[in-house]
């Protein structure tokens, strides 16, 4: 093994789940919006009014991509954001503790949204996952109780890249409702955290039967700390932040109008080139999934083929995201390989960058079946818009030595 000082020093990022850069198109339509056109959009004269044209006008390019109305998103500050307002704005919107649904594999963001609503005496129930990650459905189905008002199931997981049947389970409810409303129940909202599935999935909120989207643009190289919550019409929520009444009173503030014009366009780029980038990524990940399964002991967390090979028609057979690839070297540290691939100047990462700083094993490894140690032995690599062939090349030529230094085996 090479001393540090000796390493080569390379420059590249296999983290692009946790974030990605601002696309240089996106950072060129924020650039007025700074100094030049800087008004406030709740003011009347000409710097204001010019600024609402701005938004109002993302807002419905947004909308546009989604398949929903501009009326029906509120800009947020990102993806813990929009989700909180979710789960939150649902739950309190009614006076009673209600009962609200979700999966043991969701983002941080939905799990301690949930825990904060049980510490106020919500109750909760957080389905369990198969060993691919894919929500048991058959458990989603008998915990809906009476009292039930939301569920929220993310559209691809963050650490592991499966897709969950959004629109199955969309169709599914939309029955289910059917029946409520005829007993006097009230409707069940579904909620989707998208964050991950933005820049690859389709977000047509219609077909996918939500009525409650989050999406964040730090994930589809857009500015970080911009989100909106896609709301369908009819639906209320209680806001989480009070004040001046902007976004239809829903989500005070002044509006983020760089953050939200490079949002709308980030979101632009990446439906329009979702198809080709799908296919060039997807190609990088199998390549890269059979040379790392290749090496000895080394075990996939996820699906290995993205798409399932029945092609019913209707319901979207995809699988897993195209750029997410997580494995667990067994029998070492996945922080100590971590480190290893950054000193040669590789961007790795374990589990998710939120759970980076935390000593606990992933909770997604662990909702799959994983033991504790086989979840500590994790890495991810997640591919973007700016991966090369070349790069998982080098990756590939050095990643033996480390992980045979790291178990403690000689060459
Ligand atoms: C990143 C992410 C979030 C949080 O988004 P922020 O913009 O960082 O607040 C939520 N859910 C998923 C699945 C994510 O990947």
Known sequence: MLPISKRLKKNIYLDYASTTPVDPE????????????????????????????????????????INAKGSEIVFTAGGTESVNLAVLGVAKNSLKKDHLITSAIEHDCVLNSFKALETEGYKTSFVSVDKNGFVNLEELKKSVRPETVLISIMYANNEI??????????????????????????????????????????????????????????????????????????VNLKPNIYGGGQEKEIRSGTENVPGIVGLAKALELVQLTRESENQRIGKLRQYLIAELLKMPNVLLNGVESR?????????????????NINVIFEGLEGEALMLYLDSYGISVSTASACNATKNDPSHVLMAIGRTETQAKSGIRLSLGKYTKKSELEYLIKILPEIVFTLRGIKK
């Open 161 to 234: 890249g499966t897709v969950q049947p959004i629109a199955e389970i969309g169709k599914w409810l939309k029955i289910i409702n059917t029946e409520r409303l005829k007993k006097g129940l009230t409707r069940i909202l579904f909620h989707t955290d998208a964050c991950q599935a933005t820049g690859y999935l389709d977000m047509n909120v219609q077909k996918l039967g939500v009525d409650l989207m989050s999406v964040n643009g730090s994930k589809i190289y857009g500015p970080k700390q911009t989100g909106f919550l896609y709301v369908k019409s009819g």
């Open 307 to 323: 798409e399932l090979k029945v092609n019913t028609k209707e319901s979207n057979n995809i699988r897993s995201l195209p750029n």
């Open 26 to 65: 996106v950072k060129k339509v924020m650039d007025p919006f700074f100094s030049l056109q800087f008004g406030n959009p709740s003011s009347l004269h000409k710097q204001g009014r010019e600024a609402k044209v701005a938004i109002e006008s993302a807002r419905n390019k947004i909308a546009n991509c």
